[in-house]
């Protein structure tokens, strides 16, 4: 793993802080819920002692009452006006109750009326052509019990007001016996018709239930004057349902304990609604920051619960169907979380039940808004979270900035150390960050150190043949006269041998010190020479033609298809290469091959070849092959070779900006020595 990751890696343990935060946040805010709904569970368990002495029980509460043998008729908060639109039904429920198969029915209060609206789709709109003729058309039923049943008509010959008319089952005819207590107003529609009726809570009694006589042609001709007939009622058995509305008596008890903020439903045992007024209002109302921030967002994102959705909880129409409100009428307090417009604010609902004793006659519910994210109305807390938050993003982006520049600066210094030796042997001390004052520095300063004294040592060893050829020479003259004054001295023949071969190894020092004279000649002279531009292929022509008169049993071969021939260097030093080439072919090249010497190239470069057939090259000193002082050659013609030829071409390639290289030749039959360099 890289120094940047492992610094990235502990960087990321600054998470601890936010994470810490978050943590504390999330305790903060548990705490708050809590506080919240054991005040409200509270305040709903006082309100419910204070309405103990209320009788919230009605024929609706008994047991044997089923939800949808109810018919629950919502407050109203201003009169609606008997025109057939229901658009000024104010705070009535909306979806309505089912009437036959297609047909549905809303009903409200106001004071001390009813009001009834009627939609029933109905494909074909029948009415009675004239007073007392059959058929009598579409009409609508009203049945009320009070105490006895009592049929309602409302009949009419076209759209418009009406009034309700008194009649009897099964017929359902009209009677012409209106009453004028009882108005209403018939309105055709696009699929049928609308029928909007107010009737006083006296004649409503404790049931009340509508119905439709569809009157329809039984085939399409009109002329035939034949009709069906069906009733489609409210109710599935015989009576109608049970009429509930919301006793007044109770509203006047409640009304006192309605506080800001906060919504007061009272349900009898069976969980019908009693009573429900007040109103709803997020906390966050009361705080100054009524736009939340984006950071107050993100906050809000990543603190969020998981609590339903609030949707209300009458199910069906008027009774309570919230399933976590559903112990309450079993005598448990309950409390619950719900989430209204998204994340924006919450809901909390604490149920109490109403008891007498053992008995219990209701339940309380109280309702408050809240901020979702209670502790994010502390302005304090919310800058404590940015600052932690802020923090932590500069303490990584600090420590991911260092381990870039560290990582760099590493890099750097290990990209010198790979370069600091060069192909040839060459030393580079000046080593990257030297000047820096921490461990990098001290760490560069120390292979600075180390690569100068071994480039001072290397400098040594460069010199040493030069100097050892210097400081051996004259002894080596003494040592050749004394030698040859010995010899011309009286002898026994027991001492010529020893005397010989005395005498080959003075020859063969002052080979090998004359050898290490050239090759330091050499250097000297490469060192001295001035660049000129010269045409290389009539240097290489040149020699070989020499190399042809040189060495007449061997085959030597030129060529040259470069398109440019012109370079920067001398044309005596690639004479003195050429020389140390050719005689290495011509040592370990077969006598019966060729020696081919080929010039080629591009417009930028230009590559000197020699290929000589023979034996491979060693594997085991391919990487020394133009070093000093090392050779491969057997002794030949009784000389021992010191290894400086191959060196001499790597100085004189280096000195024409270019590089050589020794391979095998792909078929194994020889060796090839290229060397390439610059065109000017």
């Given at each position: ?486 010899e011309r001295e009286p002898h026994g023949a027991h001492l010529s041998p020893y005397l010989s071969r005395l005498k080959e190894g003075i020859s063969r020092l002052d080979g090998i010190l004359g050898a290490m004279t050239e090759a330091t ?160």
């Amino acid at each position: 793993m890289s120094l940047r990751l492992q610094l990235l890696g502990l960087g990321l343990l600054t998470l601890v802080l936010p994470w810490a935060g978050y943590r504390y946040v999330q305790e903060l805010e548990g705490a708050l819920r809590s506080g919240l709904e054991q005040s409200l569970l509270a305040a709903a368990e006082s309100t419910a002692a204070a309405l103990s002495g209320q009788d919230l029980r009605s024929i609706a509460s008994s047991p044997a009452v089923q939800p949808g043998e109810v018919v629950y008729a919502h407050p109203l908060t201003s009169e609606p006006l008997i025109d057939g639109y229901r658009d000024d039904w104010s705070s009535a429920e909306n979806t309505g109750l089912p009437l036959g198969a297609s047909g549905r029915f809303w009903i409200g209060l106001h004071q001390r009326s009813l009001f009834l609206f009627l939609h029933y789709p109905d494909a074909n709109v029948v009415y009675q052509r004239a007073p007392g003729e059959t058929p009598y058309g579409d009409r609508v039923l009203l049945l009320t019990e009070s105490p006895r049943p009592d049929w309602l008509l409302f009949h009419t010959a076209a759209p418009g007001s009406l009034r309700a008319q008194a009649t009897t089952a099964p017929l359902f005819t009209p009677t012409g016996r209106r009453d004028a207590r009882v108005p209403a107003f018939w309105r055709e529609t696009g699929d049928g018709f609308t029928a909007e009726i107010r009737l006083p809570l006296a004649m409503a009694g404790e049931r009340l239930g509508i119905a439709v006589v569809d009157v329809d042609p039984a085939d399409s001709d009109p002329a035939a004057a034949t009709y069906q007939v069906a009733v489609e009622s409210s109710w599935p058995g015989d009576d109608p349902g049970t009429l509930l509305y919301r006793p007044p008596g109770i509203a006047a008890s409640a009304t006192q304990f309605i506080q800001p903020g906060r919504r007061l439903v009272v349900v009898d045992p069976a969980g019908w609604v009693l009573f429900d007024e007040g109103e709803i209002d997020p906390l966050s109302a009361t705080f100054d920051n009524l736009d939340p921030s984006l950071m107050e967002q993100f906050y809000r994102f990543i603190l969020r619960r998981d609590d339903p959705a609030f949707t209300g909880f009458q199910q069906p129409p008027g009774r309570l169907g919230r399933g976590p409100l559903q112990a309450i009428l079993e005598g448990t307090p309950v409390t619950a979380w719900f989430a209204r417009s998204g994340d924006a604010s919450a809901v909390v609902t604490a149920g109490a039940p109403i008891l007498r004793g053992s008995e219990q006659l209701g339940a309380v519910i109280l309702e408050q808004g809240s901020d979702s994210i209670l502790t994010l109305t502390n302005a304090a807390l919310v800058r404590l979270l940015s600052v932690t938050f802020l923090a932590m993003l500069v303490v990584a982006g600090g420590l991911l900035s260092y381990a870039t520049v560290l990582s760099f600066r590493v890099r750097r210094l290990s990209r010198a150390a790979e370069t600091a030796l060069g192909p040839r042997g060459e030393i580079h001390a000046s080593l990257p960050g030297r000047r820096a004052g921490d461990e990098i520095g001290d760490l560069a300063r120390s292979f600075s150190d180390l690569l100068n004294r071994l480039q001072e040592y290397t400098a040594y060893l460069t010199t040493l043949k030069a100097k050892l050829a210097h400081e051996l020479r004259t002894p080596l003259a003494v040592a050749s006269t004394s030698l040859e004054n010995l010899e011309r001295e009286p002898h026994g023949a027991h001492l010529s041998p020893y005397l010989s071969r005395l005498k080959e190894g003075i020859s063969r020092l002052d080979g090998i010190l004359g050898a290490m004279t050239e090759a330091t000649l050499i250097e000297q002279a490469i060192a001295d020479t001035e660049p000129e531009i010269f045409n290389l292929d009539a240097v290489l022509s040149s020699c070989t033609a020499a190399y042809r008169d040189v060495y007449p049993h061997r085959t030597i071969e030129y060529h040259s298809d470069a398109p440019h021939t012109r370079v920067l260097g001398s044309g005596e030093l690639i004479v003195q290469m050429m020389d140390k080439l050719i005689d290495n072919a011509v040592s370990f090249g077969r006598d019966d091959a060729a020696i081919q010497v080929g010039l080629s190239g591009t417009r930028r470069e230009v590559t000197i070849t020699v290929v000589n057939r023979g034996p491979r090259l060693p594997s085991s000193m391919r990487s020394q092959l133009f070093d000093s002082l090392v050779s491969i050659r057997k002794e030949r013609d009784g000389r021992h070779h010191l290894g400086l030829g191959l060196h001499i071409v790597s100085l004189v390639a280096e000195f024409h900006r270019g590089t050589v290289r020794g391979d095998d030749l792909p078929d194994g039959s020889g060796v090839k020595f290229s060397i390439a360099m610059p065109v000017e």
